[in-house]
């Protein structure tokens, strides 16, 4: 079975600053990546997704993240925090079927002003 | 194009009664997925369904059920309701055959109360 590993429960960053959420999985295919993001007493929303071709994905809000197979890692970046990027993120990874979805526990993310 | 729709949106249970909640997918997807929400545990996956059948099944016990209908809409169900099963419970919908991969579209959740 297939996992999903995100690193630091919670993580605070100035805003302006460089936001880096971490997630590592564990598979022996490479498998699809996402990132979702939830905001307070709302669902799951799309951030961006990998499938094939370019390793580094652009996705809504200025969030990118760069898929490498080496490292078994889908690192989650923006450039510069923003008050409105608070939110619970949680890193995901399908095998290449889509049918089954595999979620970490999320990383509760804290803008300071 | 109407999202996810789930309801109830907010709902108290006691102990011991059981519950019935809704999802409407986005027109056309035909998969729907649900999902347990609870602080410090993230996502924990408790069954999908395609074209009425039950493909995957999380490891939750056997009070926790679901079906869906020929319209794809979905319920799923909770008896003799514990105190463990407070959460959100999110339903996805998803386009399959889609290219590339299947993509997860959530609504908002309904969350449940066990008194």
């Known amino acids: 079975a297939q996992s999903v590993t995100q690193l630091g429960s919670h993580v605070s960053v100035s805003e302006g600053a460089l936001v880096l959420l971490r997630c590592n999985y564990s598979s022996s295919v490479p498998p699809y990546l996402f990132w979702y993001v939830q905001y307070p007493n709302q669902g799951l929303q799309l951030l961006l997704k990998y499938t094939t071709g370019a390793t580094l994905v652009k996705g809504i809000n200025g969030f990118e993240a760069e898929f490498k197979k080496s490292e078994t890692s889908f690192h989650l970046t923006k450039p510069s925090a923003h008050m409105s990027d608070a939110a619970e993120y949680f890193c995901a990874v399908s095998d290449r079927t889509g049918n089954q979805f595999y979620f970490g526990t999320g990383t509760s993310l804290t803008v300071i002003p | 194009k109407a999202g996810v729709t789930q309801t109830p949106r907010y709902l108290i249970k006691t102990r011991g009664q059981q519950v019935t909640l809704s999802c409407s997918p986005i027109s056309g997807h035909r998969s729907v997925s649900w999902y347990q929400q609870t602080p410090g545990q993230g996502l924990q996956f408790l069954f999908e369904?395609?074209?009425?059948?039950?493909?995957n099944k999380g490891n939750f016990p056997g009070r926790f059920s679901g079906r869906q209908f020929s319209n794809s809409r979905s319920e799923m169900n909770v008896s003799t309701l514990e105190l463990g099963d407070s959460a959100l419970y999110l339903c996805?919908?998803?386009?399959?055959?889609?290219?590339?991969?299947?993509?997860?579209?959530f609504g908002a959740g309904s969350r449940l109360t066990v008194l």
């Open positions: 369904y395609f074209s009425e059948t039950q493909r």
């Open positions: 996805a919908s998803s386009l399959i055959g889609a290219p590339g991969a299947n993509v997860l579209t």
